[in-house]
């Protein structure tokens, strides 16, 4: 993963302070491209510890279509609490007396998750995203882009029109409410002499804390799409607009650059699996996955 460790380095050494949208404040580069052969290995940063078990839960929840965080949190993954419940606390008028990540707003945010997780009705009004990535994947102006993009794959595997979009402008307004307009927003494949690959465009990269997640996300996804085409494993090629390191994860940053990096694990997928929509947590194997210890870092909302 020296790849990664690179991009946080010249990030890090070159590039400018820019405010933001969450008033944290980044420095960040435009446009860059990073590229892992799948066959050598899965991409999963050894640089520090990873939490798949967070990564496989929400892409499957990506691929059935799901934009509510019910089913994440019932299966102890918190990556995508903090946006509705920083709505909820809006729309209730908590949110001026409880600033963000104090022990208050920690142990409110606790009672939400419980609530999403016991109470059907308050999951539905306030657990919900909008029309974020699963959504658009399966159901974009009434097109299931993934049920497409593998007919297309088996049938048409030169074509230049196998792509994935989340953006969708129409809907943007609505994913501000609760979620975030997708930062990873449009991938494509390519199949050449029997193997797949993937393009990711990301328009928005927190590359800290997100983009560890986002590479090992899309590079499953591929593994998964080049198992049910019957196709062998390509690149997944990762491509930024804004790449950006947040202000208040320096120091973590400077951890993790004087660290060593190992060789990377090998991600193995149950054979028996031939549909792309039938997968589950457990038909996924992380083999030696050896790393350094995690390293925490507040997500800006």
Avoid at 71 to 95: A, F, H, K, M, S
């Amino acid at each position: 993963m020296q790849q990664y460790l690179d991009l946080v380095r010249h990030i890090r050494d070159h590039g400018v302070k820019k405010e933001d949208r969450t008033g944290t404040g980044t420095v960040s580069i435009f446009g860059h491209q990073m590229r892992f052969d799948l066959a050598l290995g899965f991409p999963l940063v050894t640089s520090k510890k990873v939490h798949l078990k967070s990564i496989l839960h929400e892409l499957l929840w990506f691929i059935r279509g799901d934009t509510n965080i019910r089913y994440l949190v019932e299966n102890g993954v918190g990556i995508w609490n903090d946006w509705p419940y920083q709505n909820w606390l809006r729309e209730t008028g908590q949110d001026s007396s409880l600033k963000k990540y104090s022990p208050e707003w920690r142990a409110v945010m606790k009672e939400f998750i419980e609530k999403i997780k016991t109470d059907s009705d308050f999951a539905a009004q306030y657990g919900d995203l909008g029309p974020v990535y699963g959504k658009q994947w399966r159901n974009f102006g009434g097109v299931d882009q993934l049920t497409q993009l593998i007919e297309d794959i088996k049938s048409n595997p030169d074509s230049r029109r196998l792509i994935v979009s989340a953006w969708n402008p129409q809907d943007i307004p609505v994913m501000v409410k609760s979620g975030l307009p997708p930062c990873h927003s449009l991938f494509q494949f390519y199949v050449v002499n029997g193997r797949l690959s993937c393009q990711l465009y990301q328009r928005s990269a927190d590359v800290f804390l997100g983009v560890p997640f986002n590479i090992a996300s899309y590079a499953i996804l591929t593994m998964m799409i080049a198992q049910v085409s019957g196709l062998g494993l390509g690149d997944f090629v990762h491509t930024f607009g804004d790449a950006h390191l947040y202000l208040n994860h320096m120091d973590q940053v400077e951890e993790q650059l004087s660290r060593s990096t190992f060789d990377l694990p090998t991600m193995k997928i149950n054979p028996q699996v031939t549909c792309l929509f039938d997968f589950v947590f457990d038909d996924f194997e992380l083999q030696n996955y050896q790393s350094h210890g995690p390293i925490a870092a507040p997500v800006a909302v």
